[in-house]
C-alpha cells in the first residue's frame, strides 16, 4: 500500500493455549462500508478516508467494532456482529443525545497557508472501548486522553457521566505528566484496577506508557 491503514480490517485468532499458533480469519469489516468514507473515496486527502486504530467489545450476544475515518473530523464509527470474526455491518457513529457526531466537521489539522495546524483537544482518535459492571466506557484522544460513557441500549449515544457529570470527562494524562501521551489508549482491568496503557513521548523518546486508577 502507499498509505498506512490503507486497507480493510482482518482479524487474526490464536488458542489461548498457544499463542504462536495464529490464523488469518479475513477480512471483517470493509472500508467501503462507511458511508462517510463511501462518499469521500475518490477525495485526494489520503487520511480522509482510511481507517484507523480499532478496539471490539463484546456486549450480551452481540460484539461491537469502534474505529475512527482518520484525521477528517468524520467522528467514531461503530459496527456489529454476532461473533468476534464478524462480518461486521455498519451500525452509526457516536454521537450526543441530541444527535450530533462527537468531533463531526473538526478534522484534526488544517493548512492555512500550506502549514498542518493541529486541533488535537477533544478529537475523537484511536477509540478503546471497556465494559465493566453493566456500564460502557469510551476511551479516545491524540496528544490527550478522554472517557466517555456510551448507552448499553444503542452502543453509540453518550450519557452524562455519573462521577463528573459531562459527557466528556477532562484530560486523563495531564500535559505535566512525565511522559506525554500521544495516541492509541487501551484500557483494561485487572482484578480491582484498572491499566490505561497509551503511547508517549519524552524529550523526543518514545515508550508505551501505563496509568492505573481505581475506577473506569
Avoid at 454476532?82 to 489539522?109: H, M, N, Q
Avoid at 469510551?138 to 450519557?159: K, N, P, Q
Wanted: proline share 9%.
Amino acid at each position: 500500500t502507499r498509505f498506512p491503514c490503507e486497507g480493510d480490517y482482518q482479524c487474526w485468532s490464536a488458542p489461548l493455549t498457544n499463542l504462536s499458533d495464529w490464523c488469518n480469519e479475513g477480512t471483517i469489516y470493509r472500508r467501503l462500508q462507511d458511508p462517510f468514507i463511501r462518499r469521500h473515496q475518490h477525495d485526494w486527502r489520503p487520511f480522509s478516508k482510511y481507517l484507523f486504530a480499532l478496539d471490539v467489545v463484546q456486549v450480551g450476544p452481540h460484539w461491537y467494532l469502534y474505529y475512527g475515518v482518520g484525521m477528517s473530523g468524520a467522528g467514531i464509527g461503530v459496527a456489529v456482529a454476532d461473533a468476534p470474526t464478524g462480518p461486521f455491518k455498519y451500525l452509526g457513529r457516536v454521537t450526543s443525545p441530541d444527535g450530533t457526531i462527537l468531533g463531526e466537521g473538526r478534522p484534526l489539522f488544517t493548512m492555512p497557508l500550506g502549514i498542518p495546524i493541529f486541533h488535537k483537544a477533544g478529537y475523537p482518535y484511536d477509540p478503546a472501548l471497556l465494559s465493566d459492571q453493566g456500564r460502557l466506557f469510551l476511551y479516545f484522544g491524540y496528544g490527550h486522553c478522554y472517557v466517555a460513557e456510551l448507552s448499553t441500549t444503542d452502543m453509540r449515544t453518550l450519557i452524562t457521566s455519573r462521577e463528573t457529570g459531562r459527557y466528556v470527562s477532562p484530560d486523563l494524562v495531564p500535559p505535566v505528566a512525565p511522559w506525554k501521551m500521544v495516541t492509541g489508549p487501551s484500557i483494561r482491568r485487572i482484578d480491582d484496577q484498572y491499566y490505561l496503557t497509551y503511547y508517549g513521548k519524552r524529550q523526543g523518546n518514545n515508550a508505551l506508557c501505563y496509568a492505573t486508577a481505581a475506577q473506569p
